[in-house]
């Protein structure tokens, strides 16, 4: 890919304040894009971090508080964003939640409408608001983050692996609905990344060890492995390819451990 491959492009990426979001904004600036950066949370001053570095970088961008499982924090996203650069080229899905260590006989009632709410809803949200303005342009590029653990289950994952296997049918779904429009869907399935999202696999060396053991690759992923497989899926790289999920796994396939994106 060249190194200016999104030139003059406009990406959303949401969960961007930290984790694989931040990366894959980032790299999406680095690559020529203007990146909209969305996050359910702003307080602590993350979203802007994300925002400044994209700027320092040479490129806009504009930071977005918004919850997306609220459809009207997902229009003022994206109105937000065709009044600032005038149109969506790039959607990436990043923003997600995970409860962890409940099986679904174990999940509460409002355990799992947060992860449905948040991944799977709030995903076909975004979805839907900026693939209307994709439409209307006539072009686009959806990317949806699912998970190793939306293809294979793992004991611990509960309403986080059901989510992650809805989006991948959201992902063939849509690529299917809008592929006349010019318009290419797809989706990643990432195994454990070394985010905060997965800090007990790897933030004590013993337990790194352990986790890597369990990938033939015989490492953890990095956000940047995340976010150069998402930087192709983006780009013309990779333009005849829509409605298919890309495993960023180093081999890993869960069996009964726990397991995330």
């Known amino acids: 890919m060249k190194p200016d491959c999104l030139n003059n492009k406009v990406a959303i990426v949401t969960g961007a304040r930290r984790g694989i979001g931040k ?25 802007k971090e994300t925002e400044d570095i994209i700027r320092k970088r040479g490129r806009r961008s504009l930071a977005v508080q918004a919850d997306i499982s609220l459809r009207s924090d997902v229009e003022k996203m994206t109105r937000l964003a065709i009044d600032a650069f005038g149109k969506i080229d790039i959607l990436v899905n990043c923003a997600g939640v995970w409860i962890p260590g409940q099986t679904l006989v174990e999940c509460s009632d409002e355990n799992w409408d947060v992860v449905i709410g948040t991944n799977l809803k709030g995903t076909f949200l975004c979805c839907r608001e900026a693939g209307r303005q994709m439409i209307a342009q006539r072009s686009g590029c959806i990317i949806n983050l699912s998970s190793q653990v939306g293809l294979t289950p793992a004991m611990g994952a509960g309403a986080y692996s059901t989510s992650k296997a809805g989006i991948l049918m959201l992902t063939r779904q849509l690529a299917q609905e809008m592929a006349g429009y010019n318009i290419r869907v ?15 696999f790897w933030r004590e060396p013993d337990k790194e060890k352990e986790a890597s053991g369990m990938v033939p690759l015989g490492r953890l992923a990095e956000t940047e492995d995340i976010a150069q497989a998402a930087l192709f899926l983006a ?8 409605g298919e999920v890309l495993c960023i796994n180093g081999g890993w396939h869960p069996t009964s451990s726990v397991g995330s994106r």
């Open 23 to 47: 990366t894959i904004a980032v790299t999406f600036a680095d690559a020529g894009a203007d990146v909209v950066v969305c996050d359910a949370m702003a307080d602590d001053g993350k979203l």
């Open 186 to 200: 797809n989706a990643l399935a990432p195994g454990i990344v070394k985010t905060d999202f997965n800090s007990d």
């Open 235 to 242: 780009s013309d790289a990779s333009g005849y390819i829509t």
